[in-house]
């Protein structure tokens, strides 16, 4: 395998840090976890090595996170809401890895009505970084209201295989322009000044119901942070306390942080309408919780998606049966309408499905 020390790989799979994974016939290995120096979803093909997406650090503060990140401009972009992929030429398939290194049929399959893959054609060696988002995407609850029907794919970066390296942002750029390719919105380049200029932005993406920001140096070392709004920050917390076992508490008691330091920032004032929103955001989804718990036995949400063919949704509702042991796929119907065959499945939450069983039949915990 390119790239990879043999001896890495080799103790990797010792650790059961990478996976052998078949697509169709296409033998990959994947990293399920972050080992050594390789990030979580890196996928290593016969002929070349896709080094997973890097984790962006985070930001709560744009007065003094810019002047501590950042020694040059930087360049803005919208930070969409969705599910990141990355979109390659595999001998003679187009092919899409989730950012858990799987690759996904769904994905897969959609690259061709949203991606000018003359692109490949020209550059063979190079990978598309996109978010997919919108209301009928198979792996998260949330989207940009302005999607109002399907999904769509943003271009945010383009990498090079077997390489951890971008392409420069005005090179990314230029590609972008002369292949037409559908991209998050680009705000232009800003310096550590321009606090009193990002925060109008910020509070425009907010009021408009987006996620954030990605920001990213206009430098060799091409530093990258990402800051959000306080709607993101609490539409988390309203789709995802209906599950709230499932995920660790520092995942609520963050974004209760970022959204309080978002207010203290921009002079947002703490009235009853907002202590009311965050209160309903909680409280709402666990109602719900228990009413699905007390009528159908489980907790789960439903996820609607549309599929060229058969074949793949049936593929991609298999590939994601294994994905969680905390989850459970149901489906619930696969039926053709015009030309999409249409998938709506059930994540099922077994940790709250559990305790809800529990405590509703009458039983006890100790706290």
Same mark, same amino acid.
């Given at each position: 395998?390119?790239?990879?020390?043999?001896?890495?790989?080799?103790?990797?799979?010792?650790?059961?840090?990478?996976?052998?994974?078949?697509?169709?016939?296409?033998?990959?290995?994947? *990293?399920?976890?972050?080992?050594?120096?390789?990030?979580?979803?890196?996928?290593?093909?016969?002929?070349? +090595?896709?080094?997973?997406?890097? %984790?962006?650090?985070? /930001?709560?503060?744009?007065?003094?996170?810019?002047?501590?990140? *950042?020694?040059?401009?930087?360049?803005?972009?919208?930070?969409?809401?969705?599910?990141?992929?990355?979109?390659?030429?595999?001998?003679?398939?187009?092919?899409? @890895?989730?950012?858990?290194?799987?690759?996904?049929?769904?994905? +897969?399959?959609?690259?061709?009505?949203?991606?000018?893959?003359? $692109?490949?054609?020209?550059?063979?060696?190079?990978?598309?970084?996109?978010?997919?988002?919108?209301?009928? =995407?198979?792996?998260?609850?949330? %989207?940009?209201?302005?999607?109002?029907?399907?999904?769509?794919?943003?271009?945010?970066?383009?990498?090079?295989? =077997?390489?951890?390296? *971008?392409?420069?942002?005005?090179?990314?750029?230029?590609? /972008?322009?002369?292949?037409?390719?559908?991209?998050?919105?680009?705000?232009?380049?800003?310096?550590?000044?321009?606090?009193?200029?990002?925060?109008?932005?910020? /509070?425009?993406?907010?009021?408009?119901?987006?996620?954030?920001?990605?920001?990213?140096?206009?430098?060799?070392?091409?530093?990258?942070?990402?800051?959000?709004?306080?709607?993101?920050?609490?539409?988390? /917390?309203?789709? +995802?306390?209906?599950?709230?076992?499932?995920?660790?508490?520092?995942?609520?008691?963050?974004?209760?942080?970022?959204?309080?330091?978002? #207010?203290?920032?921009?002079?947002?004032?703490?009235?009853?309408?907002?202590?009311?929103?965050?209160?309903?955001?909680?409280?709402?989804?666990?109602?719900?919780?228990?009413? #699905?718990?007390?009528?159908?036995?489980?907790?789960?949400?439903?996820?609607?998606?549309?599929?060229? +063919?058969?074949?793949? !949704? @049936?593929?991609?509702?298999?590939?994601?049966?294994? !994905?969680?042991?905390?989850?459970?796929?149901?489906?619930?119907?696969?039926?053709?309408?015009?030309?999409?065959?249409? @998938?709506? $499945?059930?994540?099922?939450?077994?940790?709250?499905?559990?305790?809800?069983? %529990? @405590?509703?039949?009458?039983?006890?915990?100790?706290?």
């Amino acid at each position: 395998m390119p790239q990879l020390p043999p001896e890495l790989i080799k103790e990797a799979l010792k650790k059961n840090k990478v996976k052998i994974e078949n697509y169709k016939g296409i033998e990959y290995l994947r *990293f399920m976890d972050d080992f050594k120096d390789v990030p979580r979803g890196t996928a290593l093909f016969k002929s070349f +090595t896709l080094w997973g997406y890097p %984790h962006i650090g985070r /930001i709560f503060q744009l007065s003094t996170g810019l002047k501590e990140q *950042f020694t040059h401009p930087f360049f803005v972009e919208e930070k969409v809401d969705g599910y990141n992929t990355r979109i390659f030429l595999h001998e003679d398939q187009i092919l899409a @890895l989730s950012r858990g290194g799987y690759v996904c049929p769904f994905t +897969t399959e959609r690259v061709a009505d949203f991606i000018n893959l003359k $692109f490949f054609e020209d550059h063979p060696n190079l990978v598309l970084c996109a978010e997919v988002a919108g209301p009928e =995407n198979p792996y998260v609850d949330e %989207h940009p209201p302005y999607i109002k029907e399907d999904v769509q794919f943003f271009v945010f970066d383009i990498m090079e295989k =077997n390489s951890q390296r *971008f392409l420069p942002y005005r090179e990314k750029e230029r590609l /972008i322009e002369k292949y037409g390719f559908p991209s998050v919105e680009r705000y232009g380049l800003f310096s550590v000044e321009d606090v009193d200029k990002l925060k109008r932005l910020m /509070i425009k993406l907010n009021e408009e119901g987006r996620e954030g920001v990605v920001m990213k140096e206009d430098s060799e070392r091409d530093k990258r942070v990402k800051y959000v709004t306080l709607y993101s920050s609490l539409k988390d /917390i309203e789709i +995802t306390s209906v599950n709230l076992l499932g995920l660790p508490s520092d995942y609520f008691t963050n974004r209760l942080l970022r959204l309080a330091l978002f #207010m203290e920032e921009e002079g947002i004032e703490a009235d009853q309408e907002l202590f009311l929103k965050v209160g309903k955001a909680f409280l709402e989804g666990l109602l719900k919780a228990i009413e #699905m718990s007390k009528k159908d036995g489980r907790v789960y949400r439903t996820f609607r998606c549309r599929f060229k +063919t058969r074949e793949n !949704a @049936l593929l991609f509702i298999e590939s994601i049966k294994h !994905a969680s042991t905390q989850v459970q796929i149901l489906q619930r119907r696969l039926e053709k309408e015009e030309t999409f065959w249409v @998938l709506e $499945f059930d994540r099922v939450y077994l940790n709250m499905t559990g305790l809800l069983g %529990h @405590l509703l039949a009458g039983g006890s915990i100790f706290d």
